[in-house]
């Protein structure tokens, strides 16, 4: 069974900084390009990066250049999101999963909490 576990947020005030870690079980991690999502209050979910499993960054959204940036710990399934700069609008629950989304690969984890707020 295809799971995520995404962990690290909390309440940070603005300029911050958190790292957040997804956890994935059920598949083959390395072989699989993962992304971090994020949905604010009242909007809808937004891709925020893409790795690839050779930790190839294909997508960053503008709003996190050079603000934020992705890694990958095949050898222990683990993806970290470092986020540094941290805004007010950088508030929303955080995501990962894989960029596939066939059968089995469908399901969302809990998501983790980051509040930027001073």
């Known amino acids: 069974q295809v799971q995520f576990v995404e962990s690290g947020g909390g309440l940070v005030e603005p300029g911050g900084s958190l790292r957040l870690s997804c956890t994935g079980s059920?598949?083959?991690?390395?072989?699989?390009?993962l992304n971090w999502y994020r949905r604010a209050p009242g909007k809808e979910r937004e891709l925020v990066t893409s790795m690839t499993g050779r930790n190839e960054l294909t997508y960053i959204v503008d709003s996190a250049k050079d603000r934020f940036s992705v890694s990958r710990d095949n050898a222990n399934n683990i993806m970290y999101l470092d986020m540094r700069s941290l805004k007010p609008e950088d508030t929303a629950v955080y995501y990962c999963k894989t960029a596939y989304s066939g059968p089995d690969f469908n399901s969302w984890g809990q998501g983790t909490q980051v509040t930027v707020s001073s």
């Open positions: 059920g598949f083959i991690f390395r072989d699989y390009s």
